[in-house]
């Protein structure tokens, strides 16, 4: 957002009462110009302008959106960043809070469990192994104890495996970067909503949209000029006077003030 004072494109002539020596009364004619103060508002996304509400010459009042730009892809950014914002903010719960009792138990039944079975498949791997040897059972008989055999095992791993991580205790290392990490996600949602209210350009001030720098369609980057909106309700008018009519002019003197019309 620039502030700046420009002229306004009028002019205007100033007629001064001024007094010298005795009852003589001097009149001095000049011209100046009209000054506001105005504010040129930029850009902080990129992006294509998707509405303009307002044109040039309309009354406007601070915090009035003047223009959209689209911002249909930080929409989707911000559904993902939330998802994955959820996704950390429930593992660090889950590590907070550790295994339910029930789950522990469950890890340990079926742990149990799987260890006997693995245990009987184990023997009957050996009986049948024997009795493979002495000719005694089929190929198939025998194929099917070991396939059974490495099923037993399988299982048994797993259960195992299970078993260790429901009974794992995070460091607390690794649940400080886990709050870091669910630091950094909501940063990141944050932004990103940051970034979609930016793209509703509201004016500053209340005043008037004197001019309108792109229109609807177009594309537009960070730094990008906008509108520009002025404060009509305070002005100022500059008057050049000559240096030898300067000394009539004093302070609290009465000036009558004509607008030049065209």
């Given amino acids: 957002m620039k502030m700046l004072k420009v002229f306004l494109i009028i002019s205007a002539s100033l007629l001064i009462f001024g007094c010298s020596n005795g009852d003589e009364i ?48 930080l929409d989707i950014q911000l559904q993902q960043a939330i998802a994955g914002k959820d996704a950390v903010e429930a593992q660090l719960k889950l590590m907070l809070a550790g295994a339910r009792i029930e789950d522990i138990n469950q890890a340990v039944q079926n742990l149990k469990q799987a260890k006997v079975n693995y245990e009987t498949a184990e023997k009957d791997k050996i009986r049948l192994q024997n009795l493979y040897d002495s000719h005694s059972i089929t190929q198939k008989q025998y194929e099917d104890a070991l396939a059974r055999y490495d099923l037993m095992t399988a299982q048994y791993n797993s259960a195992q495996e299970n078993f260790n991580k429901v009974k794992m205790i995070f460091r607390k290392e690794e649940i400080d970067q886990a709050k870091a990490n669910l630091n950094k996600a909501i940063a990141g949602v944050d932004l990103l909503k940051k970034n979609i209210r930016d793209s509703y350009v509201v004016s500053p001030i209340n005043g008037f949209l004197v001019k309108t720098y792109v229109e609807r369609g177009e594309t537009v980057t960070p730094m990008s000029s906008l509108f520009k909106v002025a404060d009509l309700d305070v002005v100022e008018l500059v008057i050049y006077v000559s240096e030898e009519e300067l000394g009539y002019v004093k302070l609290g003197q009465k000036a009558e003030v004509t607008i030049d019309t065209y």
């Fill in 26 to 73: 001097k009149f001095i004619e000049a011209s100046g110009t009209i000054e506001s103060t105005n504010i040129i508002v930029s850009s902080r996304n990129a992006g294509n302008i998707q509405t303009t509400n307002f044109i040039e010459g309309d009354k406007v009042k601070v915090g009035d959106t003047i223009i959209i730009i689209d911002h249909e892809l």
